[in-house]
């Protein structure tokens, strides 16, 4: 069965630096997410991203972050200058088609740890 | 918020034994899903009730709606070791987020 695709499965970097956490959604899925989930805590909804745009984004997804379709496969989410508390694991997901009840299907995360 | 929330936040039964989570949310809503999460997994989508539907099964799984109480249940019949993770219901989907609840962890013993 196709898979989302979440690399690395760990990072680590130090604060301050530019990250990029990489997504292979399924490859005939239209839309695409970013959530995160601090350890303990919720999932949280980060940003949608449909046609080669932005669909929506939550308050969590300040001028910090931002994402990028480079190519017909990857889909990227980058944090500049990071912060202690961006530290947490990310999941990208992907679904089929707008509207209706079509799930999104979950990569494994990047755990990302900022030092 | 559309906010699911689950209870228990942990429950712990043996194997064999059937497992019931929670799940209320506050606002109305399109329909609700349950996603499972083992440990250090990504989310693993289970089930999708639409809102005009009050009952949905799926092999084990056994999930009821009430929209009046704006509440949900999993039920899971005979669990099995491997059926230890956690649980999430996640209001939204469709051409909105998905919203979760801060899930029920489920150990089931053998």
């Known amino acids: ?115 | 918020s559309q906010q699911g929330e689950e209870d228990p936040q942990a429950l712990s039964i043996q194997e064999g034994e059937n497992a019931t989570m929670n799940c209320s949310y506050k606002t109305s809503i399109n329909n609700l899903q349950w996603y499972r999460q083992n440990s250090g997994r990504g989310l693993v989508h289970l089930i999708l009730i639409r809102s005009n539907e009050r009952e949905k099964h799926s092999g084990r799984l056994r999930v009821t709606l009430d929209t009046s109480k704006k509440s949900s249940s999993l039920l899971i019949t005979a669990s099995r070791a491997a059926d230890t993770a956690s649980y999430f219901c996640a209001t939204g989907g469709g051409n909105t987020p998905l919203v979760f609840g801060k899930g029920t962890r489920l150990s089931v013993i053998a």
């Open chain 1, 1 to 115: 069965e196709p898979e989302v695709t979440q690399t690395p499965s760990h990072q680590v970097t130090q604060m301050g630096q530019e990250v990029i956490l990489r997504c292979v959604p399924i490859s005939n899925h239209l839309y695409f997410y970013w959530y995160r989930q601090i350890l303990g805590q919720k999932v949280e909804f980060l940003v949608s991203f449909y046609n080669n745009e932005i669909s929506e984004k939550s308050e969590i997804f300040d001028d910090q972050f931002s994402v990028e379709r480079p190519d017909g496969s990857n889909f990227t989410l980058k944090i500049r200058s990071t912060k202690l508390e961006d530290s947490a694991m990310y999941f990208c997901a992907s679904r089929v088609q707008q509207g209706g009840n079509q799930p999104q299907h979950f990569g494994d995360g990047t755990r990302l740890s900022i030092l």
